[in-house]
C-alpha cells in the first residue's frame, strides 16, 4: 500500500535563510507526488505537483521541488523563506495508477520562522 | 482548476445530534473525497463519493456514521451522526477529474462537538 512519510515534526528556520521539508514514499510504480500548504485557519493550496517528467518541478511561491526515484523522495525546498511562509506543509501521494485517485498525506511538517 | 464551496464553514454543534455538510463545485467532476482532519493532525480519508452510486469508505469509517450522498456530478454532502466531542474536527471536501490537473480542496468545515 502506499504510504508518505514526513520525518520532521516541526522545523524552525530563520527569515532568508533556506528551507528544505523531506517527503518519503512508497509505492511500486511512478508516483504523483504533491505539496499542499495550510495556513493557520485556513484550507488547502497546492504548491505544486509531480506527474511525469522533468523531476525538478517548479511550484507557487517561489517553491520549489525535486523527484529522486532511487531515494523514493520527493522534498521541498525553498532558497529564501518569508515570514509569510510560516505555516503547515503536507506531502501527498495519489492512491492507485491515475492522478484521480485518493490522496495519502504525510504526517505533516510546521514551519515556523524566526525575524 | 475547480472552485468548491463547502458550508458550513464552522459549528458548534451538541452531542448526539447530528451535522450535514455541503460540497458544491463549479463544474463537473468524477471523484470527490471527504477527509478529516482532527487537531493537530494530518488529513485522513473519511470515503470516495461516487456519483450514481455508494460510497466507498476508508477502514475506520462506516455509513452509519458518515453518511454520504452524491447526486450528481457537482454536489455531495457528508452527514456526521449521533455526534460526540471525538468528532471535533476540521471535514474537507476534495475533488479530482481527469481533466483537472491535480485536486481541488474546499475551505473545510470546522466543527466543534459540546
Known amino acids: 500500500a502506499q504510504s508518505v512519510t514526513q520525518p520532521d515534526i516541526h522545523i524552525t528556520v530563520s527569515e532568508g535563510a533556506s528551507l528544505e521539508l523531506r517527503c518519503n514514499y512508497s509505492y511500486g510504480a511512478t508516483p504523483y507526488l504533491f505539496w499542499y500548504v495550510q495556513s493557520p485557519g485556513q484550507g488547502l493550496q497546492l504548491l505544486l505537483k509531480y506527474f511525469s517528467g522533468d523531476t525538478l518541478v517548479q511550484g507557487i511561491k517561489g517553491f520549489e521541488a525535486e523527484f529522486k526515484r532511487s531515494q523514493s523522495s520527493f522534498n521541498l525546498r525553498k532558497p529564501s523563506v518569508h515570514w509569510s511562509d510560516a505555516a503547515e506543509y503536507f506531502c501527498a501521494v495519489a492512491a492507485g495508477s491515475s492522478n484521480t485517485g485518493k490522496l495519502i498525506f504525510g504526517q505533516g511538517t510546521t514551519l515556523q520562522v524566526k525575524p | 482548476s475547480a472552485v468548491i464551496s463547502q458550508k458550513p464553514s464552522r459549528d458548534i454543534c451538541q452531542r448526539g445530534t447530528s451535522l450535514t455538510i455541503q460540497c458544491q463545485v463549479d463544474?463537473?467532476?468524477?471523484?470527490m473525497f471527504w477527509y478529516r482532519q482532527q487537531p493537530g493532525q494530518s488529513l485522513t480519508l473519511i470515503a470516495t463519493a461516487n456519483q450514481g452510486s455508494e460510497a466507498t469508505y476508508e477502514s475506520g469509517f462506516v455509513i452509519d456514521k458518515f453518511p454520504i450522498s452524491r447526486p450528481n456530478l457537482t454536489f455531495s454532502t457528508l452527514t456526521v451522526s449521533n455526534m460526540s466531542p471525538e468528532d471535533s474536527s476540521i471535514y474537507l471536501c476534495s475533488v479530482s477529474s481527469p481533466g483537472l490537473s491535480g485536486y481541488t480542496f474546499g475551505s473545510g468545515t470546522r466543527l466543534t462537538v459540546v
Open positions: 463544474s463537473q467532476v468524477t471523484m
